[in-house]
């Protein structure tokens, strides 16, 4: 292994020990004196006689023996006379005489440590005195890089991953820290390290085995559902490749899987001035669409949707996608035409039927829309618009004048019902909560799905207590139904409403669904708020192994274990939720920051607990002179 020295401090970390003389009889000898001229033949002192300063320091401790300064001096020196197995002896005493000064600590540790590299059987007891001493100075660089190497002869991989972490962050462009975190976290799989590693290998001039590793790790995240992990890892590529549309076409993937749309726009703009495709120009268009920017994505979509073009997910999804943004500006006109000249294809046959079905209900054409819907019931029987058509009273379906009326309320119904989904995908609930009112006018509303839908609406655009009323009106339909359960238990929940109540509704949807990760969840967030902690804390660990990818069951989780004062595990918990996009992750970034502070004020307040009072006073750096 290379030798990673660093160099030694050219003075000291903590004042000196004053000797302790103020029981000692009177000397013989000037003390001062001799500790002045040992000091001077020290090699840390610029001279070049170790041995004839420790014979020095040894006339000094016959005269005060209780001194760690002098005992500290003394190994010093025999360490410097190469006899490192004698200097152990007096470095023992330093500490023990002053086990709150850091600088002694340090000294025994690193001389374990050079011990240990002779002597490998020395090696464990060299990783204690080294973690010791990190804890008195943490800001030491040289004691965390022994602690990595010795920690490596002793096989450790976790603890040589900490210590080479712990180095890199304390000097950022000190690479090989990085490179030996790299390789102890993939020994021991610990993603987080790897991660770490390989972004500061990438932050400034990166060689290209790290982008491409670096690209591996991004890939990775995406596997995992990390999305804000694989964002930053995209980007830091990107910043480096700038010319690798790719990379940014990746970015805007991440971006528009986590609905920022504006985002997402201006790397796809990057992507498409360096290298356009298809897949950009719908990508782009379904980020115009989530904007509301409607007739822009239809104008980009025209390009492409009469074109034989790769991937199959665009040549399926580009015609349907553009049918929807006429749909949405209320073309029925150009929607049909579109439809006519449309080739066939298997996998949205049944889609753009439902599309044809709407458009003419929109224009108002009864009749064919009956006749469209009635072909799409018989041919499409899977499709949700046609299952649900196929429920209407048999008189519905004939468009006869007796019940002429009525079929045109059930056809308009159905059709706003459909317009309320595909505002609701768009995320424009203001419109999917004026088509569902409209729809609610016409008849009363009897299905428990579009109830569901019109109690989201209510809740997103603001309206809390609207939002319980649908629910509860969704309860009486189906009391039993575990998705009513589910949602109105948690809204009770969030507003802080009856705990019992909600309590026992989430209850009874997780009975009835255990292997729901959000009704699991709620049904620990339940567990929470009524202060069942040990209950709420197991059904959290369920539902996050159910729900792996919710960063709301780790936050929910961290929240528990925080209340328990499991205070390390709270801060791992919220930080794998960190690695999700969500809305709130500021919020929950800052949260965890404050945690972190509060666990590193706790672990110092318990270090200074358990470290034992000095044997013998000590005198404060402006006192030694006139004390010797």
């Known amino acids: 292994m290379p030798d990673r020295r660093f160099p030694m401090r050219a003075a000291m970390l903590l004042p000196l020990f004053a000797l302790s003389l103020a029981a000692a009889p009177l000397a013989a000898e000037d003390v001062r004196a001799l500790m002045l001229q040992a000091r001077a033949l020290q090699l840390r002192g610029g001279g070049a006689d170790p041995a004839a300063a420790a014979a020095l320091y040894r006339r000094v401790l016959a005269q005060v023996p209780e001194s760690a300064e002098a005992n500290l001096r003394l190994s010093e020196s025999l360490q410097e006379a190469q006899d490192a197995d004698a200097a ?15 600088e002694a600590q340090a000294h025994l540790a690193l001389l374990q440590y050079q011990r240990a590299q002779k002597d490998a059987s020395l090696a464990p007891e060299a990783v204690r005195e080294l973690r010791t001493a990190t804890l008195r100075l943490p800001q030491d660089p040289e004691l965390w890089a022994r602690l990595g190497e010795v920690s490596e002869q002793t096989k450790d991989n976790e603890g040589a991953l900490r210590a080479w972490l712990r180095l890199g ?133 025209k390009t492409i949707v009469n074109q034989e073009v790769e991937p199959q997910r665009v040549a399926d999804g580009a015609p349907m996608l553009y049918a929807e943004s006429l749909l949405l500006q209320g073309k029925g006109k150009a929607l049909l035409a579109f439809l006519k000249e449309r080739r066939p294809r298997p996998a949205t046959d049944g889609e753009a039927q439902v599309f044809k079905t709407q458009a003419l209900i929109s224009l108002n054409d009864w009749k064919s829309g009956l006749e469209a819907l009635k072909e799409g019931i018989a041919l499409y029987p899977k499709v949700p618009f046609f299952q649900q058509a196929a429920k209407l009273p048999p008189k519905y379906l004939e468009y006869s004048f007796f019940h002429r009326k009525e079929t045109r309320a059930a056809l308009e119904q159905l ?18 909560l004026e088509a569902l009112e409209k729809s609610r006018s016409l008849s009363p ?60 509704l989430i209850e009874a949807s997780a009975k009835a669904t255990p292997d729901n990760g959000n009704v699991v969840d709620s049904l620990g967030w339940a567990q929470f708020k009524l202060g069942r902690l040990a209950e709420a804390e197991a059904t959290l660990r369920r539902a996050a192994e159910l729900n792996p990818f919710s960063p ?25 939720a960190l690695a999700f996009v969500f809305p709130d992750r500021t919020a929950l970034e800052k949260r965890l920051g404050d945690l ?31 004390d010797l």
């Open 415 to 432: 059709h706003l019902e459909g317009m309320a989904a595909l505002w609701q995908e768009f995320q424009r609930w203001d419109k999917c």
């Open 88 to 102: 152990v002896a007096p470095a023992r005493k330093a500490v023990e005489l002053a086990p709150q000064n850091a």
């Open 169 to 301: 962050r304390l000097r950022p462009s000190f690479a090989p820290a990085w490179e030996r975190a790299l390789i102890h976290a993939r020994a021991t799989q610990d993603y987080e390290g790897k991660r770490e590693a390989l972004l500061a290998l990438n932050a400034r001039n990166p060689e290209d085995r790290h982008l491409r590793m670096l690209e591996e790790l991004a890939r990775e995240q995406i596997q995992l559902g990390y999305l804000a992990h694989a964002e930053e890892s995209f980007l830091l590529l990107a910043s480096h490749l700038p010319q690798e549309a790719g990379l940014w076409e990746n970015v805007s993937l991440v971006r528009l899987q986590t609905s920022r749309f504006s985002e997402a726009l201006e790397t796809l703009a990057k992507a498409e001035a360096l290298k356009p495709s298809p897949a950009l120009t719908f990508n782009t268009a379904s980020a115009l669409m989530n904007l509301g920017r409607f007739e822009e994505a239809e104008k980009r979509l």
């Open 552 to 576: 709301e069951v780790r936050k929910h989780l961290g929240e528990v274990l925080v209340k328990q004062g499991k205070l390390t595990e709270a801060a791992e918990q919220w930080d794998r």
């Open 596 to 626: 972190r502070v509060r666990i590193a004020k706790e672990q110092a307040r318990k270090l200074e607990m358990v470290a034992p009072p000095p044997s013998a006073p000590t005198l404060k750096p402006d006192d030694e002179e006139d």
């Open 445 to 504: 509303v009897r299905r428990v799905d579009m109830l569901i839908t019109l109690s989201q609406a209510y809740d997103q655009l603001g309206h809390q207590v609207e939002s319980l009323a649908v629910l509860r009106e969704a309860q009486a339909l189906e009391p039993t139904n575990p998705l009513v359960q589910n949602n109105l238990g948690y809204s009770l929940l969030e507003q802080g409403r009856d705990l019992e109540e909600a309590a026992s």
